[in-house]
């Protein structure tokens, strides 16, 4: 689990790291980018101020990208999968985030 960041609110912007496989590849990049499962009323100001608090580097750019709902069926019943929001976090050349 990642180091939790609070807003003015107390409410946690970024819940934590997303670890898939396309997020690990992008971290080893000559450009690394760092993807966080963020709140869903967080806004890119309040997330670059929170990974500067947390993590000590600036970020030159951020995306935020709303994932949906997704129905699943499991042992024949149907269900949903949680929508998310996250952020990528786009780092200078040669910086890393460290937990």
Same mark, same amino acid.
């Given at each position: 689990?990642s ?8 409410q ?7 670890i ?13 980018v760092?993807?966080?499962? @963020?709140?869903p ?5 309040? @997330?670059k101020?929170e990974v500067?608090r ?5 970020p030159?750019?951020?995306?935020i @990208?709303?994932?949906?709902a997704?129905?699943?069926t ?6 949903t ?10 780092l200078?050349?040669?910086e890393k985030?460290?937990?």
């Amino acid at each position: 689990m990642s180091k939790i960041g609070k807003n003015l609110n107390n409410q946690t912007i970024l819940s934590q790291p997303r670890i898939t496989e396309k997020a690990t590849v992008l971290t080893e990049g000559k450009y690394p980018v760092y993807t966080f499962v @963020i709140d869903p009323s967080a806004n890119k100001t309040e @997330i670059k101020r929170e990974v500067t608090r947390l993590y000590k580097v600036v970020p030159t750019r951020i995306n935020i @990208i709303n994932l949906p709902a997704k129905k699943i069926t499991r042992k024949g019943k149907v269900g949903t999968r949680a929508a998310v929001k996250k952020a990528m976090v786009f780092l200078k050349a040669g910086e890393k985030i460290e937990s």
